[in-house]
């Protein structure tokens, strides 16, 4: 175990009371405690787990995108998949369902938590909506959210609900159906609606509200909606960081200012870029388009610095329990910009390595101890999954914050 | 009757039978219909009426505060008193309940609708809440609504129930005691608390949300509210404009933005001044101290083209029920701009009577007719109360939306 200061609220003690197979106390034994797994969500988008858990790209394409899930699965326990209705139905009726379930039991398999993103957005939404009355947008995202979460229920059970809605209604670049609902409904009445069918159809999922606006703006929204009675389980934040860090002070602002409704934070959408900056004037980040955005040495020490110390705040601070960086690797990431862990040609970079060591090392707990005379031992370590192993034996166990003793039958 | 182009919704049509004494139908007389007041309410801020209703300053100054008073009560119709908690009960438990009473009564007998301001708000609050937990503020606070809602009940049913939350709970300027619990209870928590309570004690009052903010942040608060269930009657929307003008597009489109709630709207402090702009550098519009500010013959002219130009905008929205101006004088004068209809000395600016002449003649009906073989008479005319002439006889009436054939028995 490394560096806990300021990290109580991440951890908990407990007590173990080691038996073996004839019931008889462990006595005085050595134990070998290891963590396997963090409570906490560290994530990323990982679009590219689609093509490996189908396999429908050419092999040796296959093969670069299996050795790069390889390092995403080295480090991380949380996935984003795309949900886009634009991408996943772009022709109405047929849904890549099939597709993204095998994606979705394929991480699940290897102990991944997926989140699915986003259900309702007017940004990449069906094309074919425009074609429809009002009330018939309103009808067919309904029956998408119903069909969609019945379908990933127990596969996927966090779901970003509904995108960037401080915008939507204004949202002026383009026609679409979802900011035309929106006009109709208002924000805090869309919020409500898609909330609802989304809890209707799978009422122990994680919802999130989720935005890019992290002024007053969101905040009192946030507030209209609680006050509105809607169930939202966390507040889903976007740091697209691609015209530089935001920096300790901002980051802690702004955390200090969703932390008033006492909700869960996730971090959602985090991007620390190992290339230049993008100039600050762009507004929509969407509107910077160029031809080569390198991965430079230098820009990757700073990309390196700059996680190690926005996963820190993050992971100290009480209310925030997932931090998804939003592309894992360089190849394929949005904008094209250098904004992954890793190079186009998967070589992990800096920050890969930085923040692997702060999960796989820093916090993560291993301890060494002995059973007494009574065969029980207590630590105190992260929350998470454990592995206990004593001689050629051991077992497996979740340290959760409410840990009481607890005998185990070590086999 | 002047100028009824595109006021089709402040207008009604009525038929009316004329009866004499002996209930005989009024044949074939000329009839002369006058509009002697309006439904939509021309108001100012109107501080000096508690001078004039208490004559409690000495008498030169009396007869000027009289003076000015008739110049008001020659054109408008709505007043607001002053209920600033610093001021209004600048001693605990010694609030100026008899003199705003006599002043809210002496407006009555005038006819002058009166409008409270504010029963809420972080600025002018009592500067004695600073002693007490949160608690005990909310506690003072709801005692203070109870019991000033209920002295004024039926001379005041209009309340500005609570001011300026957009910013009230990172007002930062100074401690408050209505800052501190609007941090706790959030904002649409605090409008909820003030809403219920001032709707308890008086259920039939026209219950206004009010702030200068006038961007996103008040729309999303809006929105909140209302999906919150909170009973709001009308939108309060603060237009100081000492930097300027803001012009019929800017105008317009703060009134499509607010006109999405279909409630009504209220400009409730309005002021377009008649010297030099402030600088618009200035953000909070308090921070600007000059020595003098004089009114000048050239932007008077000038006030006069907005004052006639942003009256006619909004008389003409169908959503629009009320344009308060907040300084009726110069003498007195928020800040000490030239923000009055009339000057230091009394006299009236071309603004005064740019106005004058829009409520009272081009927005006035006046019509002559002749009742018919059956004694009646049609109309049309801009909603308001009436006096209808023939002969030597007259009759009142109101012309309201829902108007239909009524006989009247004239005298």
Chains 1, 2 share one sequence.
């Not at 609220?9 to 963590?35: C, F, Y």
């Not at 009330?135 to 998408?144: D, S, T, W």
């Not at 009480?318 to 949005?334: K, M, N, Q, R």
Request: charged share 25%; net charge negative; aromatic share 10%.
């Amino acid at each position: 175990m490394g560096h806990t200061n300021g990290l109580s609220h991440r951890m908990a003690s407990k007590t173990i009371k080691l038996v073996d197979e004839g019931g008889n106390p462990v006595v005085g034994k050595e134990v070998v405690l290891t963590q396997t797994n963090h409570k906490f969500l560290f994530g990323c988008g990982i679009f590219d787990a689609i093509d490996v858990a189908n396999k429908n790209v050419p092999a040796d394409r296959l093969a670069f995108q299996e050795q790069k899930l390889d390092l995403f699965l080295d480090v991380f326990n949380q996935a984003t998949l795309p949900f886009y209705w634009a991408m996943f139905e772009p022709k109405k009726g047929k849904p890549r369902t099939k597709e993204l379930k095998a994606t979705a039991q394929w991480l699940k398999d290897r102990n991944i938590d997926v989140k699915g993103h986003p259900l309702c957005w007017h940004t990449l939404t069906a094309p074919w909506l425009l074609d429809m009355s009002n009330e018939e947008i309103l009808k067919a995202q309904f029956a998408r959210i119903e069909r969609d979460v019945l379908d990933f229920k127990g596969l996927i059970d966090t779901w970003d609900v509904i995108n960037e809605v401080v915008i939507m209604p204004i949202f002026d670049k383009y026609d679409n159906g979802i900011t035309r609902i929106s006009k109709v409904l208002g924000r805090v009445g869309i919020i409500k609606e898609m909330f609802a069918k989304t809890r209707e159809c799978n009422p122990n999922a994680t919802l999130l509200l989720n935005d890019f606006n992290t002024s007053i703006n969101y905040e009192i929204l946030i507030d209209g909606c609680l006050n509105a009675g809607i169930p939202i389980d966390a507040i889903g934040i976007q740091s697209h960081q691609h015209q530089g860090y935001w920096g300790r002070e901002k980051l802690e602002e702004i955390l200090d200012r969703f932390s008033h409704f006492g909700l869960p934070i996730h971090f959602t959408e985090n991007t620390l870029t190992s290339g230049h900056l993008m100039p600050p004037e762009i507004v929509d980040l969407n509107d910077y388009q160029v031809a080569d955005w390198p991965s430079t040495p230098e820009f990757e020490e700073r990309q390196a610095k700059e996680v190690e110390e926005m996963y820190s705040i993050l992971f100290k601070h009480p209310l925030v329990e997932a931090i998804t960086t939003w592309s894992f690797s360089d190849d394929g990431a949005w904008l094209g910009a250098p904004a992954g862990f890793i190079r186009k040609d998967n070589s992990p970079k800096p920050s890969y390595k930085v923040l692997k060591k702060l999960i796989k090392e820093d916090w993560n707990t291993n301890v060494t101890c002995k059973t007494d005379d009574n065969g029980t031992l207590s630590f105190e370590g992260l929350l998470g999954d454990y592995e206990l192993v004593c001689e050629d034996k051991k077992v497996s166990f979740k340290l959760d914050k409410d840990a009481e003793t607890e005998q185990m039958l070590i086999l």
